[in-house]
């Protein structure tokens, strides 16, 4: 099964910007980097991830 990569629609569609992408897969999340969907990958939990989309939603991992 191929998994099916999207990029948020906040990304806008420029290619230079930087982007990831994710797909859902059994029990877990890819990530990939957008300019380079042949290269790394990782794989995280359901849950990992969820914490890392609150904690940005929350502005806690922002630059000072």
């Given amino acids: 099964m191929t998994a099916g990569w999207r ?12 982007c990831v992408e994710v797909a859902g897969l059994a029990g877990a999340v890819g990530v990939r980097d957008s300019k380079d969907p042949d290269g790394g990958r990782l794989s995280v939990s359901e849950a990992a991830f969820g ?7 929350q502005g806690r991992l922002d630059r000072p």
Avoid: F, H, N, P
């Avoid at 990029?7 to 420029?14: E, I, L, P, Q």
């Avoid at 914490?51 to 939603?57: A, E, G, H, Y």
């Fill in 51 to 57: 914490m890392l989309v609150q904690q940005i939603k």
């Fill in 7 to 18: 990029k948020s629609s906040r990304s806008g569609s420029s290619t230079d910007e930087a």
